[in-house]
């Protein structure tokens, strides 16, 4: 294993507390209260009985159970605490491989794949061997997340390499592997580096897309970025047929359709299929797609058109563009532009009247983040906690609400920050883009002008031109399909189907 010896999380202990395991006399009323599924009286008992003890084994004991209990209440971020602090005392702690389980556990409810991560990273050592297989693979699973995101290609290839076919985490661990690998061939930047790299990648991504197996945490979402992944990388080997047909793989409506149409439009429009290109972008225009951040969809369709040599329309799409995009620089930039705190960023997100300071494209690219959807998830859950907390009335006027309360605000607290520096960061990307696509519509749109001149001078009588060319039904994929002239109507079952069929305004270009 690269750079540490790996370790493994044992399963969490009997649900019930044997009062055979615990022999003080002391824990009693916190072990019936337990058994009876008073759990709220339980860990009162148990915390109290800490604050009272010495460093004993009831003691140790008394800190783990008191961690399952809050776990048992979902109460998850006071679990996690608490399995935290035994974790932070280290291996000698009897119940330090049980803490690391409940902390992966606790991860997987709340959809954390931060803040757990980064504690296994640091804290991995050769006794998580002792962990059960299933906790060992997820473990192993998310240091090489944590080494991915680091950069550390070459440890997050051994950690993830371990994960293996029987365990739950096998489909994100091999989806992972081929993102890694086209990250190395990146890193690298030879030619014949990329080509290996790629073709690794395509291995990993074919294999998620062969698997079935129910029990594999998201499979299906994995299944459509595996074809994404495998679009993308046959797209950056430049062969932009097979780009398109897994492109064309993702389902409709999924969460990812709307990558896989924008994307698609230049695979089809790489591969020479200018009629498909501008019949992708319809359906990426279509109302149905309103307030989506998409400003190179606007430049590609110009591309195509002109192109085609055909101006008018590609200025038509240039005029779009800019009524859409060309004032986001000048709304965004402030937002950057002052000293402010991580969490306000967040507060762009997740506070209604922070919201209307955001194009509504733009908050729409920053709030359906993955992670950023993660954070949100995660952060619901922290307020549901402490209301939970609150409304315990076991727990009032008890230190242990005081502490349940102040673990779960500093957690939430150390959220908001880190999910806004990521929003931060993702809104400086969407302002480069932006202004990155502003200068390629100018350049775009100067080219078209110089064109037309052009043709002007030469006296070529376009119009004559193009009434000579005839328009062709598009290929009919097979029998069981029907064609539809588009009447300006989206109709949903009709959008991500449209194929334009294209006149050429090139007229020099055709007789040479």
Sequence with gaps: MARRSTRYLLALVALALPAAAVAQADLTPAIRAYNQGQYDRAALHLYNFIASSGQGGDRARAEFYL?????????????????????????????????????????????????????????????????RPEFLHKANYFVGLVAQRAGNLDEAEAFLLTVPEESSYFARA????????????????????????????????????????????????????????????????????????????????????????????????????????????????APQFAGAFQPESWTLKATVYYTACLYDEAKEALDAYAANYSQYVRMMQPLLAADREASYYYGLIAKEEERKKLPRAVYNYLAANRRVAGFNRYIAQLDAELSGIAAQPTFRGTPLRDELI?????????????????????????????????????IIRFETSKAETQRIESGIDIDAHLAIQKHYRPRIPAEDWEYWNFQGEYWIDEIGYYQFTLKSGCVQREEE
């Design 406 to 442: 102040q673990v779960v605000q500093q957690q939430k607290n150390l959220l908001e920050n880190v999910a806004g520096s990521f929003i931060k960061t993702r809104l400086a990307n969407a302002i480069d883009m932006v202004s990155h696509f502003d200068a390629q519509s100018e």
């Design 174 to 285: 091999r989806y992972l592997l081929g993102v890694v690998q086209i990250q190395k061939g990146q890193q690298a930047g030879t030619p014949d580096a990329m080509d290996q790299a790629s073709e690794a990648a395509l291995a990993y991504f074919n294999q998620v897309l062969q698997l079935s197996d129910p029990n594999y945490v998201d499979l299906r979402d994995l299944r459509d970025l595996a074809r994404l992944g495998m679009a993308r990388t046959y797209y950056g080997l430049g062969e932009y047929a097979l780009a398109v047909e897994y492109y064309e793989q993702v389902p409709r409506f999924s969460r990812f359709w709307d990558e896989a149409l924008f994307e698609n439009g230049w695979a089809r429009f790489m591969n020479g299929d200018y009629g498909g290109a501008l019949g992708t972008l319809q359906a990426l225009h």
């Design 67 to 131: 961690a399952q209990t809050l776990e048992k209440l979902k109460f998850y971020e006071s679990a996690k605490y608490h399995y935290g602090q035994i974790v932070n005392a280290g291996p000698s702690h009897p119940y330090y491989i049980p803490a690391i389980e409940g902390l992966i556990q606790i991860a997987e409810v709340v959809d954390d794949d931060v803040i757990v991560p980064a504690l296994l990273n640091r804290e991995y050592n050769e006794d998580f061997q002792r962990l």
